[in-house]
Antibody
Framework: QLQLQESGPGLVKPSETLSLACTVS??????????WGWIRQPPGKGLEWIGN???????YYNPSLQSRVTISVDTSKSQFSLKLTSVTAADTAVYYC??????????????WGQGTLVTVSS | SYELTQPPSVSVSPGQTASIACSGD??????TCWYQQKPGQSPVQVIY???KRPSGIPERFSASNSGNTATLTISGTQAMDEADYYC?????????FGGGTKLTVL
C-alpha cells in the first residue's frame, strides 16, 4: 500500500526558507503514471495547491506562489521536496504531499500524506 | 485565474440526500474530483473523473458535472458523512480547489 510521509521543521522564522521532504514507500516514485504534489491548508481554512512534479523533474506551480516555490525530486531516495522562500505568517499551514494520477487526466489526488504543521514565527 | 465556488455550508437530516455544488466557468468541460476531509485528518478522494468512485468509497456517493456546475450527491446521508468537502479541477496545467463546504448532518 502506498504511503507518503512528510518531514521537516515545524517552525520557520519569517523571511527564511521553508523546506519539506516527502518520502514515498509502497510504490515507485518513478512511475510514469503519476505526478507528485504539495498542497497546504492554513489553520481553519481550505486547501491550496502549491505545485506538482513528475519523476523526470517537470514541474507545475500555483501562479500565486511560483516566484517563491521550488519542487524537486530525488528518485534514488524515493523523495520529492518543497522549498518556499521568504516565508511570512501567511505561510503557516498544514502541508500535505500527495500522489496525482496523471495531471489533467481527471484522476486527482488519490493518496495523501498525514500532513505536517509548519508555523512561521520568530 | 480560474476559480471554483462552493457554498460554505450545507445541512442535511440523517437518511436524506445531500447535494453540494461547485461552480466554475465552463466547468463541465473539465474533469472534476471531490475530497472529503474530517477534522484532524487528511483529505480522502471520494470522486474522480467527474463521476467515478475510488475503491472503498460507498455507493451513496455520486456526482455529476455539466455546464458550469459540478455536484456531489450523498444519498441516505449518515452521521459519519459529516465533514468538509472540496471540489477540484484543472485549468491550464494548474490545479484548483474550491473553497470547501462544511456538511452538517443533523
Amino acid at each position: 500500500q502506498l504511503q507518503l510521509q512528510e518531514s521537516g521543521p515545524g517552525l520557520v522564522k519569517p523571511s527564511e526558507t521553508l523546506s519539506l521532504a516527502c518520502t514515498v514507500s509502497g510504490g515507485s516514485i518513478s512511475s510514469r503514471s503519476y505526478y507528485w504534489g504539495w498542497i497546504r491548508q492554513p489553520p481553519g481554512k481550505g486547501l491550496e495547491w502549491i505545485g506538482n512534479i513528475y519523476y523526470s523533474g517537470s514541474t507545475y506551480y500555483n501562479p500565486s506562489l511560483q516566484s517563491r516555490v521550488t519542487i524537486s525530486v530525488d528518485t534514488s531516495k524515493s523523495q520529492f521536496s518543497l522549498k518556499l522562500t521568504s516565508v511570512t505568517a501567511a505561510d503557516t499551514a498544514v502541508y500535505y504531499c500527495a500522489r496525482e494520477g496523471g495531471g489533467g487526466g481527471g484522476s486527482g489526488f488519490d493518496s495523501w500524506g498525514q500532513g505536517t504543521l509548519v508555523t512561521v514565527s520568530s | 485565474s480560474y476559480e471554483l465556488t462552493q457554498p460554505p455550508s450545507v445541512s442535511v437530516s440523517p437518511g436524506q440526500t445531500a447535494s453540494i455544488a461547485c461552480s466554475g466557468d465552463e466547468l463541465g468541460n473539465k474533469y472534476t474530483c471531490w475530497y472529503q476531509q474530517k477534522p484532524g485528518q487528511s483529505p480522502v478522494q471520494v470522486i474522480y473523473q467527474d463521476t467515478k468512485r475510488p475503491s472503498g468509497i460507498p455507493e451513496r456517493f455520486s456526482a455529476s458535472n455539466s455546464g458550469n456546475t459540478a455536484t456531489l450527491t450523498i444519498s441516505g446521508t449518515q452521521a459519519m458523512d459529516e465533514a468538509d468537502y472540496y471540489c477540484q479541477a484543472w485549468d491550464s496545467s494548474t490545479v484548483v480547489f474550491g473553497g470547501g463546504t462544511k456538511l452538517t448532518v443533523l
